[in-house]
């Protein structure tokens, strides 16, 4: 699986962004997909992520509420919605892929906040 993420920016605080990732393969539906995000400075955290049934959605505690992940399996796309940007939001987002042991990972995109 090859992953191209984009959709980062500069976005002043209470602003909305929309990052997408872009999922190359024919098994992209048995994937789980996931963003993380990675503050200078700081370890890779997680953001969220979205099973492949698409049912289930899980989110960090600071995102809550204010971000929402989606999935195209036609498109093989996968989305994150970020709305009410705050300016501790500002990191490198990076889109992950994983099933079983196999883990994938885009190469980044740039989301700064200002306040």
């Known amino acids: 699986v090859q992953l191209q993420a984009c959709g980062g920016g500069l976005a002043q605080a209470g602003g909305s962004l929309r990052l997408f990732c872009a999922a190359s393969?024919?098994?992209?539906?048995?994937?789980?997909m996931a963003w993380f995000r990675q503050a200078p400075g700081k370890e890779r955290e997680f953001v969220a992520a979205i099973y492949r049934s698409g049912g289930s959605t899980p989110y960090a505690n600071s995102v809550k509420g204010r971000f929402t992940i989606s999935r195209d399996y036609v498109k093989n796309m996968v989305y994150l919605q970020m709305n009410s940007l705050k300016p501790e939001d500002t990191a490198i987002y990076y889109c992950?892929?994983?099933?079983?042991?196999?883990?994938?990972w885009g190469q980044g995109t740039q989301v700064t906040v200002s306040s």
């Open positions: 393969g024919r098994t992209f539906s048995d994937y789980t």
């Open positions: 992950n892929a994983a099933l079983g042991t196999r883990t994938y």
